[in-house]
Structure formats: C-alpha cells, structure tokens
C-alpha cells in the first residue's frame, strides 16, 4: 500500500517564475493538506481540499492556490516566486476531515528560489 | 502569543533516561492534539494523538493533556539515540480543518 507520494522532490526556480507540486494520496484517502515549512520552524498550513474544493485556507497570499482532481490527487501552484518561498513543501493526506483523521505526511518537496 | 508553543530545546538526556517535551496552545476550542516526530531532512511522522484529559500510553512513549491548563506533554521512557529528533507539538479545533503546528523541540538523547 503506498503512502503519500509528492513529485518533485527537489525544484530549484528563480525570482518571478511559477511553479507547480504534485500530490497523490494514501490509498483510501479522500482529504490532502498541504503545508510550507520553514527551516526551523513547524508546518504552516496554506490550505486543505475535499471533494475537489478548497475547505480552508491559512494565512498566505493568493499567488498559493490549489487542484484537487476527482482520484483525490492535489496540485499546489506557487506564482511569482519570492526568495522567501523557499521551503520544504508538504503535502498530508487523511481519510477525512473529522477531528480524529490522521494526517500522513508525504516526503516533501524542497523548493529553493534563487 | 503563538497559537502553539513549545521550547526550541535542544533537550539533552543521556540514553534510557525519561525525555519530557512539552507544549502550550492558545485556543480552548482546541479538541484534537498530536506529537510528530521529524527527523533531520525528511516529513513528520505521527506518534501519537491525544483528545480527552488524562495520559495516553504507547509502548515508550506517554502523551499527557490537560485542557484547563491547555498543556499536552510528551514523555519518552527509556530514551534511545535513536529517539534523537524534533518533536513537533500540533493542535486541532473543534469543528476545524486545519492543524496548528508548534515550532518543535529539538531532542538529543547521548549515547
């Protein structure tokens, strides 16, 4: 059974340019999170999409924005890249929205903005 | 003041030792709480989640919530190199999405 996937792993891109990651799911799986981190900091939460719609957004600017496609997969589309973009990307999975579905981190992908 | 907090740490403690992480969170409405643990370069990994008063226990690990004083802890018993990681602290709301992550606490146990 395979876990969350996200493609790519790393992406280097230059101030100005867009960018899109990929996300499929944990098998049974119907809600994917995705997060930014930081160095040395905890995930921040951009947004969550269910049944193919964005159910909440965290505090960033609307350069992030989302996909969620009817297998459950999910893009995440940075534009306008700032230096400041560069972060490890998560993608989480669950089997739900309740308060007791657990979220399965993906491996990340590592986006630097030179 | 942070939604969630925890100390950056690093937590030192020699091996078999009890390693005690803790955290603070900001929102009484707050119903669903959980421990990742993240190695250095890779994703968080669920240790434990916790969503009534009392402890919770897991083979070593210990998940402690008390909602009056909205604190949850994490002991680690019988501390291994292994165990060396951040702990991050995340915290979830009643009829709410998102997780809230804390910063992490960065746990060295010496072998």
């Known amino acids: 059974d395979a876990g969350v996937t996200q493609s790519p792993t790393h992406l280097i891109k230059t101030r100005g340019q867009q960018v899109t990651l990929r996300c499929s799911p944990k098998?049974?799986?119907?809600?994917v999170s995705w997060y930014q981190q930081a160095l040395g900091q905890g995930p921040q939460f951009i947004f969550q999409?269910?049944?193919?719609?964005?159910?909440q957004r965290g505090n960033f600017p609307d350069r992030f924005s989302g996909h969620q496609f009817p297998n459950y997969s999910s893009e995440l589309n940075v534009n306008a890249l700032l230096l400041g973009d560069s972060a490890l990307y998560l993608c989480?999975?669950?089997?739900?929205?309740?308060?007791?579905?657990?979220?399965?981190f993906g491996p990340g992908t590592r986006l630097t903005v030179l | 003041q942070k939604e969630v907090e925890q100390n950056s740490g690093p937590l030192s403690v020699p091996e078999g030792a009890i390693a005690s992480l803790n955290c603070t969170y900001s929102?009484?409405?707050?119903?669903?709480f959980f421990w990742y643990r993240q190695y250095s370069g890779k994703s968080p990994e669920l240790i434990m989640s916790?969503?009534?008063?009392g402890d919770k226990e897991d083979g070593r690990f210990t998940a402690q919530l008390n909602k009056a004083s909205q604190y949850v802890s994490l002991l680690i018993r019988d501390s291994q190199p292994s165990d060396s990681a951040t702990y991050l602290c995340?915290?979830?709301?009643?009829?709410?999405?998102?997780?809230?992550f804390g910063a992490g606490t960065r746990l060295f146990v010496k072998a």
């Open positions: 989480a999975s669950s089997p739900g929205t309740g308060p007791t579905d657990t979220q399965y």
């Open positions: 098998s049974g799986h119907d809600t």
């Open positions: 999409y269910y049944e193919e719609e964005e159910r």
């Open positions: 929102d009484r409405g707050s119903q669903s």
């Open positions: 916790i969503y009534s008063n």
């Open positions: 995340a915290v979830k709301r009643t009829g709410g999405f998102k997780t809230i």
